[in-house]
């Protein structure tokens, strides 16, 4: 079975159906992160695609097996990997900006399922901190002002003491200072 890329249109049509398999009276809330939260709130272009909607925090935490064995349903259903919505992203909780909940964006609610991205600062400060090819390219795209790269700095060089490996800040940090401009 072919396996499709996720537009900002499907990643809502697929979210709707993940919604709308849950069952019981608990409302979940998650926080995507990486491209798919770019595409859900509009930072990043139509025309830039992901393979996965990478989910960083489930409320309930409990939530995240109900959520994710109706996206597995929804995955075949829909012609997407079934690991189309994962919570892989968990492992790096510690690359998540602090005050993030003040800035997270509402994308929906569907049915029992209510759906926020991180901001557009809180994006562009994980990209900087990942910096792989793609993220490198998003950021492009972003077209960060200096204030965002600033604040994309104190945070990566924040992470020092935390499980952030210092080769990832060091190397975060060097990108970030060839992207600072100086007067």
């Not at 025309?47 to 489930?58: E, G, K, N």
């Not at 492992?91 to 901001?119: K, M, N, T």
């Not at 557009?120 to 990209?127: T, V």
């Not at 972003?142 to 104190?154: D, K, M, N, P, S």
Request: proline letters at 3%.
């Amino acid at each position: 079975m072919m396996k499709f890329a996720l537009s900002s249109v499907l990643l809502r049509t697929a979210l709707a159906r993940v919604g709308a398999l849950l069952t019981g009276d608990n409302d979940i809330e998650i926080l995507v992160v990486g491209g798919a939260a770019g595409l859900l709130t509009g930072v990043l272009p139509p025309s830039r695609t992901t393979m996965d909607c990478d989910v960083m925090v489930y409320l309930p935490a409990n939530a995240w097996h109900a959520v994710e064995e109706a996206s597995h349903r929804v995955g075949r259903e829909l012609g997407l990997s079934t690991s189309w919505l994962n919570g892989v992203a968990q492992l790096r909780i510690d690359s998540l900006p602090e005050r993030w909940q003040e800035r997270r964006v509402h994308v929906g609610d569907f049915d029992s399922l209510r759906v926020y991205a991180i901001s557009r600062l809180d994006l562009i400060a994980m990209k900087f901190l990942a910096h792989r090819a793609q993220d490198l390219e998003d950021l492009q795209s972003l077209r960060a002002i200096q204030a965002e790269i600033q604040f994309a700095r104190v945070f990566v060089n924040g992470l020092r003491g935390s499980r952030t490996p210092r080769q990832e800040i060091d190397e975060a940090l060097e990108i970030l200072d060839e992207w600072m401009v100086t007067p």
